[in-house]
């Protein structure tokens, strides 16, 4: 069939000539992704179990430019378009939505998906772009950061470490096959998971993700017995630094989406020069029509 291209109406998204890009999405590992360079929409099928769903926006591809932002709604269009002649899931999240575009993007939803109504929006995040990422950015703030902590070295997951950092997402709420699939590295876009690990006992400490879904710096976690020695700054100054070498040519470096309201992960941030960016964008939860059920904790 014909797939529409993106343009920008007077009064809102319109759909205009075949855009060969749009129509031929592609694969890397098991996801499917809909778009041109940084600004995408990746496909996540089974994502949190067997027929539930996973379409995001990307928060690379969102902080590039307003331009970017604005017609993400419709890449997410076509991607909803392709999901519905393929399958009717039996639920959907929509992930890294920006707030402003909540209402359209439910309305679409609904059209190209009738089995599925809206449960609620389950969590608000805002973008924080790395000091990298920054023009107006000195690049020995990430070095910087990266000094504070000589009391643990970072890098990416060893087979000893794999154990911890499974035990440590699956509780965080991220589906176990979410994670094996964080472990496998199959998604040459996304860095590998980074773990900490303490110089003296060589233990786990921390850990960092680029989640699959988003491409966002994400998954940031500190050991309590660890915390307040810098270990959470070395984290993400790593991760800053190994999604740099490996962003597409059109992407801001890295991204991290912090939950409104986490005042202490806005602090982390911040001390390390990451920059919060534009309004929040939001997580949606669809599931077959029928009598409301609790809320899940997503994984951002």
Not at 51 to 65: C, E, I, Q, R, V
Request: proline residues 8%; negative net charge; aromatic residues 4%.
């Amino acid at each position: 069939h014909q797939c529409p291209s993106v343009a920008r109406g007077a009064n809102r998204l319109v759909l205009r000539q075949p855009r060969a890009a749009l129509c031929h999405p592609r694969m890397v590992g098991d996801v499917t992704i809909y778009g041109e360079g940084s600004a995408q929409v990746r496909y996540f099928a089974d994502f949190g179990g067997l027929g539930n769903d996973n379409l995001s926006l990307t928060a690379p591809g969102l902080a590039s430019s307003p331009e970017s932002r604005a017609s993400s709604v419709a890449f997410l269009e076509i991607a909803l378009q392709a999901l519905a002649g393929q399958r009717a899931p039996s639920g959907l999240q929509l992930g890294c939505l920006p707030v402003e575009l909540e209402a359209e993007a439910r309305g679409l939803v609904e059209a190209a998906l009738p089995g599925l109504r809206f449960e609620g929006r389950v969590a608000e995040a805002r973008l924080f772009v790395a000091p990298s990422a920054r023009p107006d950015a000195a690049s020995s703030e990430l070095a910087a950061s990266a000094a504070d902590v000589p009391t643990a070295t970072v890098g990416p997951v060893a087979d000893v470490s794999v154990p911890w950092l499974r035990a440590s997402l699956v509780p965080r709420g991220y589906p176990r096959d979410y994670v094996e699939r964080l472990l496998a590295g199959s998604d040459t876009e996304a860095i590998v998971p980074l773990v900490a690990l303490d110089a003296a006992s060589g233990e786990p400490v921390g850990h960092v993700v680029q989640e699959l879904t988003d491409l966002s710096v994400g998954g940031i976690f500190v050991e309590e017995t660890s915390r307040g020695r810098g270990v959470g700054s070395s984290l993400l100054a790593a991760a800053a630094a190994a999604v740099r070498e490996k962003a597409l040519p059109d992407a801001l470096a890295a991204v991290s989406l912090v939950e409104v309201g986490n005042a202490a992960s806005e602090r982390l941030h911040s001390r390390g020069g990451w920059l919060s960016l534009g309004d929040p964008v939001v997580w949606l939860l669809f599931v077959a029509a029928g009598p409301p059920s609790e809320l899940p904790s997503p994984s951002t």
